[in-house]
């Protein structure tokens, strides 16, 4: 079974700074990768996906994500942070159209605090 | 289009009483999940429908949890006899199974209290 690890809580990034996110999966297959926004009291958003391809990929937002499949990876990128950033964001992975990739499993979330 | 539409948005109730969830799904996707997020256990999955048909409920934490799903447009998510373990936010999200896709539309959620 296919599962999702974020190993960071919090973290707090200066307005301006850039900032990764990182997401380690574990699954047998060619995963699909996901990562979302949540913002206070709303649902989820879809920052950016990957299924195949190119291994850098481009979201919403001026979010980018590299899978790196030697590490079991898909971290999350923004050069430079907005206040307006500050919310969960949630790695998820799915197991691919075979195995049905509607059926996402999610990381625990990591709350990124923005400071002025 | 006015995206997943869930309801009520809050709802706080008193433990053994029954509690309706409903969830309007965006037109012409043909998924259809709830999921539950908690500070302990994160987001997850309940069960999700494919063509009003329900594919996986093996994440309905027990016999006091259903789900229906009438027809593509309307899902309940239905609670009987609710407990105070069964506070948290319930998400209803739908998608379309067309190719590039994969992306689920949540809705804002339903943050139920159970006292």
């Known amino acids: 079974a296919q599962s999702v690890t974020q190993p960071d809580i919090h973290i707090t990034v200066s307005e301006g700074a850039s900032l990764e996110l990182r997401c380690n999966y574990s699954?047998?297959?060619?995963?699909?990768l996901f990562w979302y926004v949540q913002s206070p009291g709303q649902g989820l958003q879809l920052l950016l996906k990957?299924?195949?391809?190119?291994?850098l990929v481009q979201g919403i937002k001026g979010f980018e994500a590299e899978f790196k499949r030697s590490h079991s990876s898909f971290n999350l990128r923004k050069p430079s942070v907005h206040w307006s950033d500050a919310a969960e964001y949630f790695c998820a992975v799915g197991g691919g159209e075979n195995t049905g990739f509607q059926k996402l499993v999610f990381g625990t979330g990591t709350r990124l605090l923005v400071s002025p | 289009d006015a995206g997943v539409i869930q309801s009520p948005r809050h709802e706080v109730t008193e433990m053994g009483q029954e509690v309706t969830l409903r969830c309007k799904p965006i037109s012409g996707h043909d998924y259809l999940f709830w999921y539950r997020q908690t500070m302990m256990r994160g987001l997850e999955l309940l069960i999700y429908?494919?063509?009003?048909?329900?594919?996986?409920d093996s994440g309905m934490p027990e016999d006091r949890f259903s789900a229906k799903m009438p027809n593509a447009s309307f899902s309940t998510l239905k609670i009987q006899p609710s407990e105070p373990r069964d506070s948290a936010v319930y998400f209803c999200a739908s998608s379309f199974s067309g190719p590039s896709t994969g992306e689920l539309f949540f809705g804002e959620g339903s943050r139920l209290t159970v006292l």
């Open positions: 699954y047998g297959a060619t995963p699909y």
């Open positions: 990957y299924f195949s391809g190119d291994t």
């Open positions: 429908f494919n063509n009003n048909v329900p594919i996986d």
